[in-house]
């Protein structure tokens, strides 16, 4: 199973386990019971379970083989927990003179 189809699976698990445990405690607040308590407390645990394994699992980018979209787009890889600046010059305008009539 490929890294994208875990997290889907894990993200599709953990939202079931949610609308199941909506449903639950909906019951739960009608007639209350150890049985749905427990029951509620399982959906929790592998909704938990379920967002655990979407935010675990690798990331399949690499930064291998990344390509610009075109002219005039700018590809930045590499490791940026350094500091990153940008120096843009323009020549200079001259501006009319201000007026204020229309």
Do not use: F, H
């Not at 607040?29 to 959906?43: E, F, K, P, Q, Y």
């Not at 938990?48 to 394994?53: A, E, H, S």
């Not at 005039?72 to 940008?86: E, K, R």
């Amino acid at each position: 199973m490929s890294t994208k189809a875990r997290q889907v699976a894990g993200l599709v698990v953990a939202g079931m386990a949610s609308a199941c445990a909506a449903v639950v405690t909906n019951v739960l607040t009608d007639r209350w019971s150890w049985t749905l308590l427990v029951a509620l407390g399982a959906l929790v645990l592998v909704g938990l379970g379920g967002q655990l394994l979407a935010l675990a699992s690798p990331s399949d980018d690499t930064g291998v083989g990344v390509r610009g979209g075109g002219a005039g787009s700018v590809v930045i890889g590499g490791d940026n927990s350094g500091s990153i600046s940008v120096r843009v010059s323009q020549p200079r305008r001259e501006l009319p003179p201000y007026s204020d009539t229309v």
